[in-house]
């Protein structure tokens, strides 16, 4: 069996090279996917904390003052 070709080398390591671009891309596009979706969900929970806190303001707010007894005592 004679050795490949300078050229066949080549043309074999351009196809190698496709199939690993292709296998990039795909992993590319499901890291973007992704990071869309996490993206998502912190904006979602930064929203739900926003609104907790506000309702928590608001009960604190309803909270009648407390004296502080140890001031008293002296």
Excluded: C, F, G, W
């Excluded at 969900?41 to 928590?56: G, P």
């Amino acid at each position: 069996m004679a050795p490949p070709s300078s050229q066949d080398q080549i043309a074999e390591r351009v196809e190698r090279l496709l199939v690993r671009y292709a296998e990039l891309q795909r992993t590319n596009a499901l890291l973007s996917q992704q990071v869309l979706t996490l993206t998502q969900e912190r904006d979602s929970l930064k929203s739900r904390l926003q609104t907790v806190r506000h309702r928590m303001d608001s009960l604190l707010e309803r909270l009648p003052d407390i004296p502080d007894t140890k001031d008293d005592a002296s």
